[in-house]
T-cell receptor, first 113, second 113 residues
């Protein structure tokens, strides 16, 4: 069965702190990787994605993620968070053979001013 | 460009009652998805359409859930009869093709009393 793990369920940071959210998946082979974000009261929206090429991917609002194939990981990072980054973050993995996008359980980030 | 539209945004019903959710995807998107999102969890796929064909309904509880996508555009998801455990957010998403970035609607929050 496909599995996507986000180990941090809740993260609390102060503004300007650095952020790293973990994402691991449980199978090999070709995958497409996504991070989605849901701001309070808003719908899910894409933060960044990786299909192929440079494993360091830059997304919107200063976020980036690094695909490490040997570790089956796609961790999300931001050097300096802002209060407006308070949201829930979901990692998602698409495996072409299964034709299905599988989401992790999400990480709630609270940034205090 | 208009996003994915869903209605209603909120629905409260008593158990054993029927309920229906409607989704209008982004124009030109052939692939449409219905997801279920429970509190504290990531979205889980219920059904995927390619145009008007349901190509993956393996996670749809067919004894009480049904869906249709007439003419390959709008879609309706129905529950009859609803059970207490159906309380959740029902998300609709669309994409140009399977494996591409998915665009999500705001969801319908269903409460079954």
């Amino acid at each position: 069965a496909q599995s996507v793990s986000q180990h941090n369920h809740h993260v609390i940071l102060s503004e300007a702190a650095s952020l790293e959210l973990g994402c691991n998946y449980s199978y090999g082979g070709t995958v497409n990787l996504f991070w989605y974000v849901q701001y309070p009261g808003q719908h899910l929206q894409l933060l960044l994605k990786y299909f192929s090429g440079d494993p360091l991917v830059k997304g919107i609002k200063g976020f980036e993620a690094e695909f490490i194939k040997s570790k089956f990981s796609f961790n999300l990072r931001k050097p300096s968070v802002q209060w407006s980054d308070t949201a829930e973050y979901f990692c998602a993995v698409f495996r072409p053979g299964f034709q299905k996008l599988v989401f992790g359980t999400g990480t709630r980030l609270l940034v205090s001013p | 460009e208009a996003g994915v539209v869903q209605s209603p945004r909120y629905k409260i019903i008593e158990k054993k009652q029927p309920v229906a959710f409607w989704c209008n995807p982004i124009s030109g998107h052939n692939t449409l998805y219905w997801y279920l999102q429970n509190l504290g969890q990531g979205p889980e796929l219920l059904i995927r359409y390619e145009n008007e064909e349901a190509v993956d309904d393996s996670q749809l509880p067919k004894d009480r859930f049904s869906a249709e996508r007439l003419k390959g555009v709008d879609s309706t998801l129905k529950i009859q009869p609803a059970e207490l455990g159906d309380s959740a957010v029902y998300l609709c998403a669309s994409s140009p093709g399977v494996g591409d970035e998915q665009f999500f609607g705001p969801g319908t929050r269903l409460t079954v009393l």
